[in-house]
């Protein structure tokens, strides 16, 4: 019968002999959607206290990022309809906590973007998995990727120091076109949505790409990004290693001068002293809910269906 849909099988109840039958689980009204999004809401709450865990040991300084930090200071924890986690910090702080990799609890696994090897490329995202759930996806994206595109995961992402002057433009144009180059590396299923110069673009730089080593890309990129981090007049952070659009979004410094604690749900957690500036720099009236029906969880660019997830037991 619960092969037929999410029904209430109460309404099928006809007879007060079988009344009892109401308090079984079994015929309680399924809501797939609710059900699910908990389930990974539980998931994201034990990967940021780890995360939070593990940083706070060795003096790893972090700040909540996009929807992670607008939940915690318009919800108090998860905005309800997210599924994910976002982190950001100084490239300092994350070559602070790399070394310290292997210290995150053993149902996690720590993901760096060199663990593809020389021949593929995903995106430049450190990532925290949670390995007892996986995301039903492109069955030939998931071999190509070791399974590595299709988990639940903290995705943690580098700001780095720039300049709004011609010199800074230069750098993150410098970065988009080694992005670019990159994607000669990457599996084609990744640019369902691209399409006019956009498209064209890629496919000439892609095309350029083949013929540079991956590894040499990701360390020009990583220079690149790092190009001003030492320059104490540098005025303002971008996230580096983020989508080609959010290149162009500028934080000024002040905003990231220290970590402060804010509740988010039942924890503790570091979001930037400038959170306000910061969060009105990507959402602007970020206090206002958004309209109904943009109130979807997603994966990047990708509508999620709750029958998409897959969860296993613990061990």
């Given at each position: 019968m619960k092969e037929l849909g999410d029904y209430d099988y109460r309404l099928l109840l006809c007879r007060n002999e079988i009344a009892l039958l109401e308090e079984m689980n079994f015929f309680e009204?399924?809501?797939?959607?609710?059900?699910?999004?908990?389930?990974?809401?539980?998931?994201?709450?034990?990967?940021?206290?780890?995360?939070?865990?593990?940083?706070?040991l060795h003096k790893v300084q972090y700040f909540l990022n996009y929807g992670s930090c607008l939940?915690?200071?318009?919800?108090?924890?998860?905005?309800?309809?997210?599924n994910d986690v976002d982190v950001c910090m100084?490239?300092?702080?994350?070559?602070?906590?790399?070394p310290w990799r292997d210290d995150f609890n053993k149902i996690y696994r720590f993901v760096s973007p060199d663990e593809l090897g020389k021949k593929k490329y995903?995106?430049?995202?450190?990532?925290?998995?949670y390995k007892k759930a996986y995301i039903l996806m492109d069955e030939e994206a998931c071999r190509y990727y070791e399974n590595q595109?299709?988990?639940?995961?903290?995705?943690?992402?580098?700001?780095?120091?720039?300049?709004?002057?011609?010199?800074?433009?230069?750098q993150r144009f410098e970065l988009a076109l080694l992005y670019g180059l990159m994607n000669a590396y990457r599996h084609n299923s990744?640019?369902?949505?691209?399409s006019g110069l956009m498209k064209a673009a890629n496919y000439v730089l892609s095309l350029i790409g083949r013929g540079i080593p991956l590894d040499w890309l990701k360390k020009r990129t990583d220079r690149v990004a790092k190009r001003?981090?030492?320059?104490?007049?540098?005025?303002?952070?971008?996230?580096?290693?983020?989508?080609?659009?959010?290149?162009?979004?500028?934080?000024?410094?002040?905003?990231f001068?220290?970590?402060?604690?804010?509740?988010?749900?039942?924890?503790?957690?570091?979001i930037p002293v400038g959170y306000d500036e910061f969060l009105r720099l990507i959402f602007g009236d970020y206090m206002k809910y958004p309209a109904e029906a943009e109130r979807v969880p997603h994966w990047g660019r990708i509508l999620i269906s709750p029958d998409r997830f897959v969860f296993e037991e613990a061990e």
């Open positions: 009204k399924v809501n797939k959607n609710e059900r699910v999004l908990k389930r990974i809401h539980e998931i994201n709450y034990g990967m940021l206290e780890e995360f939070d865990r593990v940083c706070r939940g915690a200071i318009r919800h108090k924890g998860f905005i309800p309809w997210d100084t490239r300092e702080n994350y070559e602070k906590l790399f995903y995106d430049c995202v450190p990532r925290l998995h595109n299709n988990r639940i995961d903290l995705d943690m992402f580098m700001i780095d120091k720039t300049y709004d002057t011609w010199k800074g433009k230069f990744l640019f369902y949505d691209y001003f981090n030492n320059d104490s007049e540098a005025p303002y952070y971008f996230i580096s290693n983020c989508a080609l659009c959010k290149l162009k979004l500028l934080f000024p410094a002040e905003i001068d220290k970590a402060i604690d804010v509740p988010f749900e039942d924890l503790s957690v570091m």
